[in-house]
Structures are given as C-alpha cells and as structure tokens.
C-alpha cells in the first residue's frame, strides 16, 4: 500500500504503532540503541515506524474515533 501511495500526495498516518506496548517489548538492545539512543524501547517502537518509507506521523493514544476529533473552538 505504501509503494502504491508514493508520489500521490496522500499522507499516511500510521495506527497505533505500540500496538498497546507489545511492539515495544522484547526488542534486542542493539536494536533499541540503534533506533532511540539513550531511550527505551517505546520510543524505538515509534521511530521505527515514523522511519518508515512513505508513513507520514503516527497517532498514539488513539483509543477510539471520538478521541481523534479535532475538538471546534468557537468564535
């Protein structure tokens, strides 16, 4: 899907890229080290994904479409 979107100007938002922690457990330390010096292993979950070819953000804590709104301000 990523190759397919490339150079088409749709950004990609990637979905819970923790996959709710468990992408972030068991990573090897070189791993860690090399995607998120001096982090943890949430962080190297989510470079990892931000890294990717083609993903243009992530969204983290989204737990449902209510919590994606952008809230409207009144004026």
């Known amino acids: 899907v990523l190759e397919m979107l490339e150079g088409t100007g749709i950004a990609v938002f990637a979905s ?3 996959v709710r922690g468990r992408a972030a457990l068991g990573l ?3 791993l860690i080290h090399a995607l998120a010096p001096a982090r943890g ?4 979950a989510l470079q990892f994904a ?5 993903v243009t953000t992530t969204l983290v804590g989204m737990r449902s479409a209510f919590a ?4 409207r301000v009144r004026t």
């Open 16 to 18: 819970t890229p923790l």
């Open 28 to 30: 090897p330390d070189a």
């Open 41 to 44: 292993p949430a962080q190297a």
């Open 50 to 54: 931000r890294s990717t070819r083609g």
């Open 68 to 71: 994606s709104r952008v809230p």
